[in-house]
């Protein structure tokens, strides 16, 4: 019987490494926008640092977890 792959429907190496580097890159505007215009106050932490920081970190996470374990068509 011929095995098949479980990931051959999920994103391939390359995509992965693309959102590998998306979210680093994200991660590197976030600071440069923090940098210059300050570290906002009230509520609009939570927003810039907050969301930034779950929508990238998930995203940069899971690529490196699917490339460490090669779950990759």
Known sequence: ?????????GPTRGELW???WAS???FA???????VRGV???PAIAEVV???TVVFGYLGGRSVKRL??????
């Open 1 to 9: 019987m011929d095995e098949k792959n479980p990931w051959r429907f």
């Open 18 to 20: 693309f959102w590998l």
């Open 24 to 26: 680093a890159g994200g």
């Open 29 to 35: 505007l976030m600071t440069v926008a923090l940098v």
């Open 40 to 42: 906002p106050d009230g």
């Open 50 to 52: 907050g969301l930034a």
């Open 68 to 73: 460490i374990r090669r779950e990759h068509p």
